[in-house]
């Protein structure tokens, strides 16, 4: 029984570095009937039809870009037709578009394609400067216009399998983007919902109200799979637990609020509590939320 249980720890910790790993590899993990995933930093969602496939996110530059169209092609040799979507505008999501083929169909919500237009070359910038790797993946990132854009929700029609991509409002940020694959009830999640990761605000990006109400839209799609972006894939209870812990964190911190406690003492006395209270969740910045519950 040692041995298994090592094994199962190596597996776990394989997996976490694969999440860190920004330069993805060929290597695919079925998610659902039609879902397949590349586990990366970030993982990348391949839903497969007998007509059309859908990549979601492009990894980070367009040597990952290309490599996830690689990985479309050999899962559906015989489909033409390929979209390509994105969970929001973040470099290691959407900085790989020019590594696909022409003739992708890129498709994105109008809101994330402002966002992308704002800011989306100044976090080029930003994320070039970070390491020589990350400058050298960036270096020919450029962002295609999309194809389609969309107010609040399209469907693709794949060919036996539908994808609805959908934009309940802010979160992560403004335009994040999920897709639920039906007859699957598959979400690719994007940050809005993670496995065990504490949220983040990303500048201006949504609220935690906003936050909230964009997961009560997501549980009332009953999803069966959940595929994170930066996080392990899981069931339908995941949705439910980001609601619970944003929801936890947000009253007790405007509570402290109302006590008139500072917003750097809630921030550092809620992340010890909450270390304790939801000790498998790496607790990394608590007190970034707690900001940004202090400031709606
Ligand atoms: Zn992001
Ligand atoms: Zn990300």
Redesign the pocket.
Known sequence: MQTKVFVLGALAIARLTAQNQPVLVEDTVKISDHVWAIMGWPNIAIVVGTRATLVVDTGLGPRNGATIARVAAKLAPGNQKVFLTTT?F?PE?AGGEAGFPNGTLLIRNVVQQREMELHGKEMIDLFAGRSAQFKELLSDAAPRIPDITFDQEASLDLGGVKARLLWFGGA??KGDQLVFVEPDRTLVSG?VVQNKIVPGI?RDGGTPSSWLAVLDKVAALNAQHVLPDHSAPGDGSLVILEKQFIGDLRSKALELKKQGVAVDDAGKRLEAEFKTKYPDWPAMNVSGFVRSIYAE
């Open positions: 929001h973040h999501h992560h940020t940050d990303f």
